[in-house]
């Protein structure tokens, strides 16, 4: 039955959703969901469930174990890696395949992947690698271990204003 609902992991819309109990992936961000139910679209978003750490969404790259999937944004998702000749983590990003046909924004992939090679300092993530398998286009960087300021703020969290100010003193150094 076609419906008209939204994709709980990146608010896409869905089209033909499976029989109620079975499983279909987002053509967007490849997120997996059971749909428990046929409904309305509402109900549909409401009940899937969206596994953004299931393996079979991890991308198969060249020397690197993906772990799990730490966030996404409008170019790509990030993960967390191990780089296996080096054995230590590191955070992966790529970008969407659906932005692959799209010119631009694989070269504003690679400018992003360029710049910030350029830089050196201790407020800016450094750029280990980027590269291009299978037709996946990825940076490799350092993974920092810890909860983003983006989530603290979304979180609601009654921030000190002396460390707001500090957080917001070395984003400007960096």
């Known amino acids: 039955m076609p419906i008209a609902a939204k994709c709980p992991g ?3 819309p869905l089209q033909d959703a499976p029989a109620p109990g079975a499983s279909y992936q987002c053509p967007n961000c490849s997120g997996v969901f059971h749909a428990s139910h ?3 679209p509402d109900q549909i978003a409401e009940t899937a469930i969206f596994d953004p ?3 079979s969404q ?3 790259l060249p020397d690197y174990e993906i772990l799990e999937a730490l966030g996404k944004g409008g170019m790509g ?3 967390l890696a191990k780089q296996l ?3 230590r983590l590191v955070a ?3 970008i969407r395949s659906d932005l692959l046909s799209d010119r631009g924004a694989v070269k504003r992939f690679q400018r992003e992947a360029k710049a910030v090679a350029r830089l050196a300092h201790p407020n800016v993530v450094a750029i280990f690698d980027a590269d291009e398998a299978d037709g996946i286009h990825y940076l490799v960087m350092e993974y920092i271990d810890g909860d983003d300021l983006g989530s603290l703020v979304r979180g609601g969290a ?3 204003i002396a460390q707001v100010c500090d957080w917001v003193r070395q984003a400007a150094l960096g």
Do not use: M, S
């Open 85 to 87: 000749k080096l054995d």
């Open 77 to 79: 998702q990030v993960y």
């Open 10 to 12: 990146c608010n896409a």
């Open 158 to 160: 009654q921030l000190p």
């Open 92 to 94: 992966i990003k790529v």
């Open 53 to 55: 750490n299931a393996a």
């Open 38 to 40: 046929v409904g309305e």
């Open 58 to 60: 991890f991308p198969t």
